[in-house]
Structure formats: C-alpha cells, structure tokens
C-alpha cells in the first residue's frame, strides 16, 4: 500500500513539472565541439527523464544477471527446505495419530532435506518414531542427543523421564526430573517428581525451597502452596523434636500460622511448647484446633497438658474442650474417658451413651463395655457391648491410598504422594456375617490382615507401670483376628479358580444373655465373615 501512494506520489510529481514547463514554453542550447544543439525547454526534459529511466533498466538487468546464480539457488533451496518442512510437519501428524510407517517415512524425507543442527524438531520426530515401532533403545539415543542442545534440554530430559518410568527405574526417573527441575522449576511433572523424591528422602527444607519456587513461577496458587509448606514443616518439626526442639518450634509455629485447622500442625507445635514449659500458648494452640475440628489426639494432649493434675483436673479439662464444642461424639467421648479415669461412672456412662446416639461407632461402644466392667464387673453385658462394637463402624483414622494408619504422615506409603492422608472413617467391610451353613462352601474366605496394635498418644506425666488390658483393648486384638479386609478387585483376582472351600465354621455363639449359651462359647467357635 505504501509503494502504491509513493509511485501515484513520484507519477504526480513528475505530471505538475511538465505542466509547469509547458505553461512556460523556451529553448535549450547546447554548443559542444563547435556545434550548436537548440531544442525546446520540454523536448529536452522528456529526453533527460527518458536517459535516466534507460540508466536505470540498464543498471537492473546487469544486476540480475550478476546475481543471477544466487537467486536461482536460494529458489531451490526455498523449495527443498518448504518440501522438509511439508515432510516434517505430516511426520509429526502421523506419530500423533500413531503411524509409525508413515511416521518414519516422513522422518528419513525430512532429514534429507532439512539439516538436524538447523532443525531440532527432526530428533523429536525420530524420537517418536523410533516409540511407535517399539525401538525404545534408538529413542533414548535420540532424546540423550537433545540434551546438547539448550533449546531441546528440557525435551530430552522428559522424554528419558518417561522412559525411566516406564521401566520402573524411579532412582533414572528423579534423575531427570530433578535436572529439569532445575533449570525449569515451572514445569508440573519435573516439579511434583522431585517433591516425591526430596520428601521421601525427608529433605524437608529442599522440598520447602521447591515450593516456594513453584509458587514464585505461579505453578500453584497461593492456597495450595501454603498447605503443602503447612504440611513440610509440620513434617520438619517431627523430625527435630527430639533433636533440636527449637528448630521443631519454630517450623511447627508457622505451620499452625498457615494452617490453624491442621491438627498435626497443632499438636506438634503444643508438645513443642509443652517441651519448653509453655503451657498457655500450647492450649490456646489446641483449644483453637479443637473449635475448628475436634481430634482424639488434640484431646489427649490437652488433658494431660499438666503431668501434675489429679484426676479430676483432667476431667474439668474435657469438660471444658466439651463447652468448646457441644453436641459433638468427639466431645462427649473426650469426657467420657476422663470421667472413667476419675472412676465417675455416671458421667462417663451419660456420654459415652451420648456419643454413641451422635455417632454410633466402634470406640463408643468399647468406652461403654470399659465403664460397664469398671462399675458393675457384668460380664454379660459387657460381652453384648462388644459384639455391638464389632459390628459398628469403624472410628476415624489417617487413611491415605488404601492404607490407614494411627498417626499421620506427610507422604503416602503407596504412592510417595505429599499431603495424601485424610482424618476419616475407613471404607466399611463388603460383606456380611452368615448365621446359617446355606450355601457356605461356595464361597471362599478371604483372611484379613493382622491389624496393628493400636498405639497411645505420647503423654507428658511420669512413666507409670503397665496396666492389665481392658476388655475394650483385648476386644480389639480379638476383632483384628476375626475382621474381613475390604473387597478389591485385586483380592477375588488373588483367589485361584480351582480354590477349595474353607470349612465353614461352627455356628457362631449367641449372645450370653439367651438361655443355654456358654459365655466361653466365643472363644470356642470365633466368628467368620464371608464374601458374597
């Protein structure tokens, strides 16, 4: 457009001096080797304009042809680079669509035509190639090449990443992520790797660092990135609790600032304090956990927040986690176990039943048969609150990928993932308890796994000798025995086909306030779950 308005600019230019000159008519005169040459004024400006114009064709074709061999090679090498790249870009539609022939058809035109140090993407394509046809060894080669390269580097190390994953080398796999990572802390698969590896390694404060870049490179919003750095220090102050209390402070401290919701961050921080004999700041720490979800673990630590209180020092304690958050089982069984410590049987006995009308579920019911053995010693009764237990849900727990544990842990047992446990009650059992020998050898029995022992919170008061288990304690080693594991596929793929049938049982005992019934009955012929 502009060349157009200066060419009609030039063409009126040069229309407004003729007319000028033709308005004012006049003669030239040349004299030149005793001859004179006399023309007129616009005879001779046409004959000036038409030698410049024959100049300047003149000066155009002697450069064309000069330079003529150079045009003529960059058209053809114009041609054979659009033909590599032509070839080049339905190569790599062909290994996105999966065509490995045409893939690597298209990769041999492209690479005669267009040079690998010019063009990078040529070693992707061969890469990918070398994938469809199952050549996983060539395309290691290929992606080991890209790291000479700083604009492939990155290519290179996913691509060996994907490649060390898919043999299972985890150690290969952390190797690469790790170096992208580096130079990248903004890519999403580099980053999440490396995070596995530093907090499976327990290197909290790299892990911190990673974080913090991710946040920096808005990888992750500002909410995610401070309840992973919540969950890292958290862990952090575990690990330095015994050995330098005063990093484990202050690491649990701003953790509980990030998070003051998260209740391992709470109880870390309040036995951190506890340590330094800060007890007030250590129970505002819990008290505010508690308003915002009560935790057998916070409760406990709060009772015994003074190794010196009598008995009914902790129950007024739990009493007054209870004001903080009325109608809720936690609170009401926070009570009630304290209330049993203080042998005050008739309160424990109103909440532990309070409990159980809020939350009907395995610990109330054990709380119940502990308070009905300490008051009364009626074993009878004591033997049906057990069986109830049996049968209720299963209390809360850590459960992260299948796998429940008493205490929380930052990182997943299973899959290495940060900040996988979740405070929740664990998936119920798929079966169902068969009274009747109908049809019992059809289905096979699936033992369950031998349930942990379950471990106390960690107390602050003087060692004291160890008490005789309580009938809710042996009531749960005898369930551990006697439950079924959840249904998974995995566990009827694991159940061979030409399985025998197990035995069934005797039929199991009734409850000891039926007539006829042994109260040993139990121990006799225990209880079997079967699979439907």
Not at 38 to 43: D, E, G, N, P
Not at 322 to 328: A, D, P
């Amino acid at each position: 457009m502009i060349r157009i308005l200066i060419f009609l600019a030039v063409v009126f230019a040069l229309g407004l001096g003729f007319a000028w000159l033709a308005d004012r008519p006049g003669e030239m005169v040349v004299t030149f080797s005793g001859y004179q040459y006399q023309v007129s004024l616009m005879v001779a400006a046409v004959a000036v304009v038409a030698v410049v114009a024959a100049v300047m064709i003149v000066w155009w074709l002697i450069k064309s042809l000069w330079n003529s061999p150079y045009t003529i090679s960059r058209y053809f090498r114009v041609r054979r680079r659009d033909r590599g790249y032509q070839a080049l870009s339905t190569g790599m539609i062909a290994a996105g669509a999966g065509d490995g022939a045409l893939a690597h058809k298209k990769t041999k035109e492209a690479a005669k035509l267009i040079r690998s140090d010019q063009e990078p993407l040529i070693h992707l394509l061969e890469a990918q190639a070398s994938l469809l046809e199952g050549d996983h060894e060539g395309a290691r080669e290929k992606f080991e090449i890209m790291l000479d390269d700083p604009e492939m580097r990155l290519l290179g190390l996913r691509g060996l990443y994907l490649e060390a994953e898919r043999l299972g080398d985890r150690n290969a796999a952390r190797h690469y992520a790790g170096r992208a990572a580096a130079v990248a802390p903004q890519l999403a698969w580099a980053a999440e790797s490396t995070l596995e590896d530093l907090t499976g390694r327990g290197d909290w404060d790299g892990a911190l660092k990673l974080v913090e870049a991710q946040k920096s490179t808005r990888q992750i919003e500002r909410d995610a990135a401070n309840r992973r750095r919540a969950v890292l220090l958290t862990a952090k102050a575990q690990a330095l609790i015994d050995s330098d209390p005063n990093a484990a402070r202050t690491a649990a401290l701003e953790a509980n600032r990030l998070r003051p919701d998260f209740a391992p961050a709470a109880i870390v921080a309040a036995k951190a304090l506890f340590a330094q004999n800060d007890i007030r700041k250590a129970s505002k720490i819990l008290e505010a956990a508690w308003k915002a979800e009560p935790h057998p673990e916070i409760a406990e630590l709060y009772t015994h927040a003074r190794p010196a209180d009598a008995v009914l020092d902790r129950l007024n304690r739990a009493k007054k986690l209870q004001e903080m958050k009325k109608n809720h089982a936690e609170s009401s069984l926070t009570v009630a176990r304290a209330a049993l410590d203080a042998q005050d049987y008739k309160t424990a006995r109103q909440e532990a039943e309070a409990a159980i009308r809020m939350d009907r579920r395995e610990g109330a019911y054990l709380l119940l048969a502990d308070i009905e053995e300490a008051e009364t010693g009626d074993q009878g009764k004591v033997r049906q609150l057990l069986s109830k237990a049996v049968r209720a849900p299963r209390d809360p727990a850590w459960v992260a990928d299948g796998v429940v544990s008493e205490r929380w842990a930052p990182v997943s047992p299973i899959t290495g993932k940060l900040d996988a446990f979740e405070w929740r009650a664990p998936m119920e059992r798929l079966g169902q308890l068969i009274d009747s020998d109908e049809d019992r050898s059809e289905v096979p029995v699936i033992a369950a796994p031998e349930k942990p022992a379950k471990e106390k919170a960690i107390e602050l008061t003087p060692s004291a000798p160890a008490e005789e288990p309580t009938v809710a304690t042996r009531a749960a080693s005898e369930r551990s025995e006697d439950q079924v594991a959840p249904i998974t596929a995995a566990a009827f793929a694991a159940v061979p086909a030409d399985a025998e049938a197990v035995e069934p049982a005797e039929e199991p005992a009734r409850l000891p306030d039926d007539p006829g019934v042994d109260p040993d009955d139990k121990e006799k012929s225990p209880r079997r779950f079967r699979l439907f």
